[in-house]
C-alpha cells in the first residue's frame, strides 16, 4: 500500500497526478497534469494530459487495498 507523502486533494485543473495500475508501480511513473473537468448526469470526469502525451480520463480518485488508482503529486509548474 502506498503512503507517506500521498494525501487527499480535491481534484482541479492544474494538479499534476500519477496513476497507479499494478504492483511494483508507483504513482511518479506515470504522471500527467490535469487539463479540464467535465461534468454530465453520472458524474465528474476530469481530462488527464500525460507527461507521454496521450490522454486519459480520471472518473473517481478512488484507491483499492492495492493502491491501484490516481493520486495528487502536486501543482503544475
Avoid at 492544474?14 to 473537468?37: D, S
Amino acid at each position: 500500500m502506498i503512503r507517506g507523502k500521498y494525501k487527499a486533494t480535491k481534484v482541479r485543473v492544474g494538479l499534476r497526478v500519477g496513476v497507479v495500475c499494478g504492483p511494483g508501480e508507483f504513482p511518479e511513473h506515470r504522471t500527467g497534469t490535469v487539463v479540464c473537468q467535465q461534468t454530465n448526469r453520472w458524474g465528474t470526469q476530469w481530462e488527464v494530459e500525460m507527461d507521454d502525451g496521450s490522454r486519459e480520463w480520471i472518473s473517481a480518485m478512488h484507491t483499492n487495498e492495492m493502491g491501484i488508482g490516481w493520486y495528487a503529486i502536486g501543482e503544475s509548474k
